[in-house]
């Protein structure tokens, strides 16, 4: 057994590792307990970070392809370089896992290298079996499949999420793969079957659409991106359209397989609406059907923790119905994304030191990184509706937006929602360039209650982006100026 710590982090996701750091600075002993030889979780080695270098450097074929002539500059032969491009992603996820490597170091954070396990939860503290690679502080060494015990005052569970997965569906990771295989396909399949019109599916299918696959986008519901705002994804769904990519919606999957007389080609069998059926085939398929926490392997059982509706049940401060076990991030209620793990590791963090954490859940954005970029923050007009919220709306075109038009991006527009009583601001969603960027202004007005005045009423640098945010503020008030 070791020596005994202030708080186990079980998972090195983003949720985990930055809960571990503020537990760190806040004064606590803290050991990490991360089976992957890499720390960052999903997001640094097979989600946001490889996804977006990819969405970075197929962005820049494209526009070289199809954006730099209307800006005078003239391309010789355009030759795409593959392999360069995905070791050039590899190497950004390799760089900043080193980063996290080094924060560890700095934060005096024990590594320890394998699957972490509830054994026993009292009174005094959490015991945690760790199995597999026991790693020191860097990460490295040990014996092969040791187990060694921890014992802590505390633990934090931010196991993260796996690939969702419904029966029929037979992954190869060959023909028929999730996105980390995307990630990582060493040439652009001809044609590309992408299932599920989520965040996933539409950056992953962008990124190989715009190195030439041909992509059909399978969805379930009648549109895309659901969660987002409908207008706003209309909208996009139109634009990617216009990009190439194919949408089928209101189609279920019911298999998808290998070919076995093809072994080139996956076939896909889809359920159609008037309750026929049809086979689809194409060289890769793309599974992103949502994601499922990542809760089996901890020992729930061990410590009497069950789960509600798949997810650990937490109260405000993160606990658990065991006081000394938190759970943070995707395997809890709300979004899986990263920030929102973040935040809730912070807060969390803070609570454990007897400090008082918080996350405002009315105000973490959402964004999918598509050209143009799709974001929202706050409460849709869906969600307003269906509360019977009395609201007031302000829309802006980025083609209104003096610095969207020297730089031809003129696609997108943002939407402003305010209380048609109060005028505080309820929503902010937007599709266009550098909607990612832009969103985060809207986060900060919505966390301080600000008004859609409050907003409209800040003085932006002329010319930028962020001036279509304010115009559309103002536009609630119908005193937009450029439109
Ligand atoms: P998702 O839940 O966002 O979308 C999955 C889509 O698949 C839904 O539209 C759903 O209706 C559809 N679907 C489900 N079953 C189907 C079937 N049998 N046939 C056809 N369509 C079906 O999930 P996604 O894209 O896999 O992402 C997983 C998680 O990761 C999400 O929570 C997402 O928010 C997060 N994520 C966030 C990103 C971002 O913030 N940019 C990027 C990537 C992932």
Known sequence: MMDS???????????????????????????????????????????????????????????????????????????????????????????????????????????????????????????????????????????????????????????????????????????????TEALSWPSVPRRLIVIGAGAIGLEMGSVWARLGAEVTVLELLDRILPGMDGEIAADAKKILERQGLKFRLGVKVKRTARDAANQAEAIVEIALPDGGSEVLRAERVLVAIGRAPCTDLLGLDAVGITLERGRIPVDERFATRVPSIHAIGDVIRGPMLAHKAEEEGIACAEWIAGRHGHVNYDAIPSVVYTTPEVAGVGKTEEELVAAKVPYKKGLFQFRGNGRARAANTIEGRVKVLAHAETDRLLGVHLFGPHASELVAEAAVAINFHASAEDLARCCHAHPTLSEAVKEAAMAVSGSAIHA
């Open 5 to 179: 710590n202030d708080l186990i982090v079980i998972g090195a996701g983003p949720g985990g590792y930055v809960a571990a750091i503020r537990a760190a600075q806040l004064g606590m002993k803290v050991a990490l307990v991360e089976k992957e030889e890499m720390l960052g979780g999903t997001c640094l080695r097979v989600g946001c970070i490889p996804s977006k270098a990819l969405l970075e450097s197929s962005e820049k074929y494209a526009e070289a392809k199809h954006g730099l002539a209307a800006h005078g500059v003239k391309v010789g032969a355009l030759e795409l370089d593959l392999a360069a491009m995905l070791k050039r992603k590899d190497a950004v996820v390799k760089g900043l896992g080193s980063g996290i490597d080094a924060l560890m170091k700095k934060w005096k954070i024990a590594r320890l290298r394998g699957v972490g396990r509830f054994v026993a939860a009292d009174a005094s503290g959490v015991t945690v079996a760790v199995e597999g690679t026991a790693g020191g502080a860097s990460g490295g060494g040990g014996a092969a499949n040791a187990t060694q015990e921890l014992r802590a005052k505390k633990a934090i569970v931010a196991t993260g999420s796996k690939v969702a997965m419904i029966p029929g569906l037979e992954v190869d990771g060959e023909r028929v793969g999730t996105s």
